[in-house]
C-alpha cells in the first residue's frame, strides 16, 4: 500500500540553527515557505520540502508521511485501517501545508502519528543543494530511510506490515545489542527499520542518501572542523551495504548521510540475519554505540501535534 517514505517532521526548540545546519552541512536547500507555524521546511529534489523541523518547547518526533500513488490507494487504505479499530482523521485543510492532494493521519499502536498521503506537489528542475554536491538519491524510494524505537516488533510489525503494506528485507542480531528488523515498500533497501527496546518508544535517525561518496566525504570533514558530534564514524553497514557516518542533529535525532545503499526486487527479496550491524568501521569514539535519539517511556504523551 505504502510507496515511499515522502516526508517527516520533528519539533525543537533550536529550530532556527536548521536554517544554517541543513545547507551548510547536508546540503539541503531551506524552502522559501516556512509553514504557518515558522518551521524550518527543507528541500532535497524538486518536491516542495522532505523535512521538517517545527518550533517546539522540546526535541520530538512530530509526524511520519507516507505516499500512495493514488486517490483510490489513499482510500483503500483508510478502509483497512479504520476496520481494524484504527483511528482515522481526513485532513484536509492540512493537505495543501503538506504539498499534497488528499492526506489522512493515524497513530501507531506506541502513539507515533502517521501521515499517508498522495499527490506530491513537486517543481522540475528548481531545487538548488545548499552546498555544491551531486544531490540525493530520492525519485521512487522516498527521502530516504527512518528507523524507530518499538518495545515490541511483534506489535509494531502487525500495524506497519499487516496494515500498511511493509515487507521485511532482513533482520541484524547484533551481540548484547536491540534487535533490528528492516522493511521495504520500493526498491530501496529499506524505508522504514524499528529496533525493539522494552519499554520506549521514539525515532533513532533519518537517513539521507548522496549520489557522490565524495559527497559524504566532503560533510564528514566540514562536521568534524566545526566541532559536531559524530556519533558512528565512517563505515559500511552488512546489509544494505550504505556507506555512511551519524550525526546527532540540533533537533536530537540522528541523521545518517550515506552512499551506496543495495536495491532490493520488492516482489521477489527474501529476508536474511546478520551479526553484526557494519562490514567495517561505524565505531563511536567513545568505543561503543551511541544511545537512541529521541525517545520516551511508552505512555508519555507527545509533544503537542503539529498540524502546520
Known sequence: MIQSLGYAGFTSPRHEEWLEWGPKYLGLEVSSHRGADGAVRLRMDDTAYRLAIHPGERDDLAYIGWTVESARALAALEQRLRTAGVEVVRETELAAERGVVELISFHDPFGLRNEAAWGVTTYPSTFRPGRPMSGFVTDDGGLGHIVLITPSLEQSEAFYCDLLG??????????????????????????????????????????????????????????????HSIQMNMG?????????????????????????????????????????????????????????????????????????
Open 166 to 227: 511493509f515487507a521485511l528485507t532482513d533482520e541484524i542480531q547484533p551481540t548484547g545489542g536491540p534487535r533490528i528488523h528492516f522493511y521495504h515498500c520500493n526498491p530501496r533497501h529499506h524505508s522504514l527499520a524499528m529496533a525493539e527496546i522494552p519499554g520506549i518508544t521514539g525515532v533513532q535517525h533519518l537517513m539521507l542518501e548522496t549520489r557522490s561518496l565524495d559527497d559524504v566525504g566532503t560533510a564528514l570533514d566540514l562536521l568534524k572542523a566545526d566541532g
Open 236 to 308: 559500511t553497514h552488512t546489509n544494505d551495504h550504505m556507506t555512511s557516518f551519524y550525526v546527532r542533529t540540533p533537533a536530537a535525532f540522528d541523521i545518517e548521510y550515506g552512499w551506496g545503499g543495495l536495491l532490493v526486487d520488492h516482489e521477489h527479496s527474501r529476508p536474511h540475519r546478520y551479526e553484526s550491524i557494519s562490514i567495517w568501521g561505524h565505531k563511536n569514539d567513545a568505543g561503543q554505540l551511541p544511545p537512541p535519539g529521541i525517545i520516551r517511556p511508552l505512555g508519555q504523551p507527545a509533544e503537542a501535534e503539529v498540524l502546520a
